[in-house]
């Protein structure tokens, strides 16, 4: 199965500046990458996704990056705003439609 | 359009009780999931079904039985109920007749075991 490794497990950032979170996967056959919001009390909602025969998707402020050879991908989020407080989860999902979730990461924007 | 919806939202239950919580989509996908969620672990795969009838293992299985009578709908059991299952469970469902595409979330319930 897949084992998904997530870093920070918190972050915290003051309003307008990046935030960045990385992954990590095992398996080299996973091929899709979906990232996943969830404000407290919330259901997790999917905010952007990668699939392996691309290096790099962008939506706005937030953009995810992948490295096949290393496998790692990332999300990146520009000018923070308060309403990006939440924690992030990323994910990585073979052909049989399991997704792995990494473990998390709480941002909190600063004011 | 509901999405996926759950019942009930919350519940508390003894030691040794049983429950089954509903899972309902109207979105016509082909596939459901059952996750429970504890701190700083993520979401865990309980059990998944890939259409109606069908029914698999997740990553952390044991103590849930699950059963998909119809396309729309998700049971998850628990018989006999410990307090290492108290949890927040998500259902899932997602559709794509080609690829892997995008799970949409219920909105949880929150399990209580003492």
């Known amino acids: 199965g897949e084992n998904v490794e997530q870093h920070p497990s918190t972050l915290s950032v003051q309003e307008g500046d990046s935030a960045v979170i990385k992954c990590t996967y095992s398996?080299?056959?996973?091929?899709?990458f979906p990232w996943y919001k969830q404000e407290l009390g919330k259901r997790p909602q999917l905010i952007i996704d990668i699939r392996s025969n691309v290096g790099e998707k962008k939506d706005q402020r937030i953009a995810v990056t992948l490295n096949k050879t290393a496998k790692h991908f990332s999300l990146h989020i520009t000018e923070t705003q308060p309403e990006d407080s939440a924690v992030y989860f990323c994910?990585?999902?073979?052909?049989?439609?399991?997704?792995?979730f990494g473990a998390g990461t709480t941002v909190t924007v600063r004011a | 359009n509901a999405g996926v919806t759950q019942t009930p939202k919350f519940r508390v239950l003894k030691t040794g009780q049983s429950m089954t919580l509903l899972c309902a989509q109207d979105?016509?996908?082909?596939?459901m999931y059952w996750y429970r969620q504890d701190p700083g672990m993520g979401l865990r795969l309980i059990h998944y079904?890939?259409?109606?009838?069908?029914?698999a293992k997740g990553e952390v299985p044991d103590g849930y039985n699950v059963s998909r009578l119809k396309k729309q709908n998700f049971l998850l059991g628990l018989e006999s109920a410990a307090p290492s299952q108290t949890s927040v469970y998500f259902c899932?469902?997602?559709?794509?007749?080609?690829?892997?595409?995008?799970?949409?979330f219920g909105p949880g319930t929150r399990l209580t075991v003492t």
């Open positions: 079904s890939v259409g109606e009838g069908t029914t």
């Open positions: 398996d080299s056959a996973s091929n899709y």
């Open positions: 899932a469902s997602s559709y794509s007749e080609r690829e892997v595409d995008e799970q949409y």
């Open positions: 994910a990585a999902i073979l052909n049989d439609y399991k997704l792995s």
């Open positions: 979105m016509n996908h082909e596939y």
